[in-house]
């Protein structure tokens, strides 16, 4: 029978200490299963034993060796380049061209020193060539520029009653099932908000979807009256926010957004946050919705407000 280096050595350590454990050779040579004679053979062999182990190990360290910044740098851009990349593929890719193994933890710390992790997928949709895009963001930090990027960020969003967090608590092994709604059945609600980097200078709800109409109406009774320091309209490209029957003052006021890019819009991030606070309630009725929407609002800092704005415009000016 062969047995390892590893084996061996240990079977000497265990020999070496057999005082210290009061076991005897006959008691060694039980419990690992071996002759006398192959027992003392090793003994009598142990630094040779020990040196194949080094020279084992070595070869092994040098096969399993340290990711050099050659390496690293490959895995970055790889990464950088194929987002959704699969793990399998690229190690074997390093293994070709580095002739080096590693493991899966070894891109995972990598990673994680460079600040990359695994995160939901959002698809650009964005219809129009690069160049396209540039000019337009280069148009609209210039307009933004003027009014030192303090402006009014508005939109709307629907909103639903009975909707539920979409995380729980159940035991390994089990689903976290819940009785849920048909969306179809489900009460919708359209909420319109204005803010600043300070507060919330508009609000309205409403059961139906906004039309030019009752976006004008809410522009001007809600917004404009709460304008006191003249700030110009941050909006996006909806069709009722050019509407033709909307008023002058609000008109000549707008700066409109991207096309197909609302993460550069301050409220969208306002309006993730109030969405992710309204599902852990579980809200049934309009007074209810009504009501948290105002506690929400109610709690609002500004220092969150000031970093919706920053952070907004930090991925439409980098």
Known sequence: MTYSNDYKINTIRLYNDRIKFNFSVKNIIKIQNIARSTLYSWINNKNDIVLNNKIKNKKKNKRF??????????????????????????????????????????IYNVLKDNKITNKKVKFNEYPFTDEILKKSKNNLIEKLKKENFDVISQDECGIYLLTNNKYGWS??????????????????????????????????????????????????????????????????????????????????????????????????????????????IYIKSEASLRRHINIFIKNIKENELNNYFNKAFSYLTN
Do not use: W
Not at 68 to 73: I, S
């Open 171 to 280: 035991k390994i092994g089990t689903e976290c099932e819940l009785k849920g709604q048909n969306k179809s059945k489900m009460k919708k609600f359209s909420l319109a908000l204005a803010i600043t980097k300070k507060k919330v200078v508009g609000l309205k709800l409403i059961k139906t979807s906004f039309n030019a109409i009752s976006f004008n109406n809410f522009m001007m009774k809600n917004v404009k009256k709460n304008n006191n320091e003249n700030k110009k309209y941050f909006l996006d490209n909806a069709r009722i926010h050019h509407a033709k029957l909307l008023n002058k003052e609000i008109k000549d006021n707008c700066i409109y957004n991207v096309p197909y890019y609302s993460k550069f819009n301050p409220i969208e991030m306002f309006f993730n946050t109030l969405k992710n606070y309204l599902n852990t």
């Open 65 to 106: 060796g340290k990711i050099t910044p050659e390496c690293k740098k490959y895995i970055l851009n790889y990464v950088s380049e194929h987002k959704q990349f699969q793990m399998k593929k690229l190690l074997k890719h390093i293994s070709k061209k580095f002739k080096i193994k590693l493991s899966k933890q070894s």
